[in-house]
Structures are given as C-alpha cells and as structure tokens.
C-alpha cells in the first residue's frame, strides 16, 4: 500500500496528467437502435460513461447478432413486466426530466 501511495505522490509531483478517457464504441446493434429513437439516445446519453459501458459490454458479450438485438430490445423496451431487466431509458437518475418516460 504504501508503495501504491508513494507511485501516486511521485507522479503528481511530476506533473503527470491522465489524459481523456477514450470514447466509447458502441456494439452496431446497439447503436442502430440509438440512430432510430432520438429519445433513447437523450435517455442513453443521461447515463454514466460507467452505465453505458455496462449496456454495451453486456450486449456486445453475446456471440450471435440474433442475441444482441434481443438484448438491445430487453434493455429499451417499456420496464413493465420486465422483471429484473434495467431499461435504459427509465435509468435516468430524474425521470420526470428524462426524454423517454412512460405514464
């Protein structure tokens, strides 16, 4: 530990700066269901760089084109009756000011 804590200390006294995060790519499902619905990309873009890495890592995990599109439609469809699925677009930390809601 106090070797992690003397590498962070030399580093800032150095100067160094930790550039940008790289963008994230997107799986082409997922991003041609974003291209299609305006409001489930505002609603996508609300999220966290953390939680839309989590969306895309776990559609991309699929193997089959078949079965990623089945996961982009799990996570974008209407959250009622979806059991334990997360859809994207009721993620929104403030869902009245989401772009996507239902009633």
């Known amino acids: 530990m106090t070797a992690y804590l003397d590498e962070g200390i030399q580093v800032e006294e150095a100067g160094l700066q930790v550039g940008?995060?790289?963008?994230?790519?997107?799986?082409?499902?997922l991003q041609h269901r974003l291209d299609q619905d305006p409001a489930l990309k505002a609603a996508f873009e609300t999220l966290t760089p953390g939680r839309q890495r989590e969306y895309n890592q776990h559609i991309s995990a699929a193997k089959q084109s078949k079965t990623r599109e089945a996961r982009v439609e799990k996570y974008t469809q209407d959250p009622r009756g979806q059991g334990s699925a997360r859809p994207i677009a009721h993620s929104c930390p403030t869902p009245g000011n989401c772009a996507r809601t239902t009633h």
């Open 20 to 29: 940008p995060a790289p963008e994230l790519a997107l799986v082409d499902e």
